[in-house]
């Protein structure tokens, strides 16, 4: 597990390949509303559902207004090859 934040290089793990990507943290309220109501309407773990600040039916007005209290990132291709 690391800290996005203090380093953003990353690396996409799955069976069969690693793709290093760097983690850019959203700013947009409206973006991360988006994201985040995706997020939640997929999920079906209630205990990932119960750390968010919102209930699980949040609306994106709803999500947008407590928006600087969650950290999402997009992960893009331009990573290094050293990341872990």
């Not at 069976?15 to 409206?30: G, M, Y």
């Not at 988006?34 to 205990?47: C, E, F, S």
């Not at 559902?49 to 997009?74: C, K």
């Amino acid at each position: 597990m690391k800290n996005l934040l203090a380093d953003p290089e990353c690396v996409v793990a799955s069976r069969d390949a690693r793709e290093p990507r760097r983690a850019e943290l959203l700013a947009a309220s409206e973006r991360i509303a988006q994201v985040v109501a995706t997020y939640i309407r997929l999920m079906n773990a209630p205990w990932a559902l119960a750390q968010f600040p919102f209930p699980a039916d949040a609306t994106i007005a709803t999500i947008e207004q407590v928006a600087d209290r969650v950290a999402v990132f997009e992960l893009t291709g331009r990573g290094t090859t050293g990341a872990s």
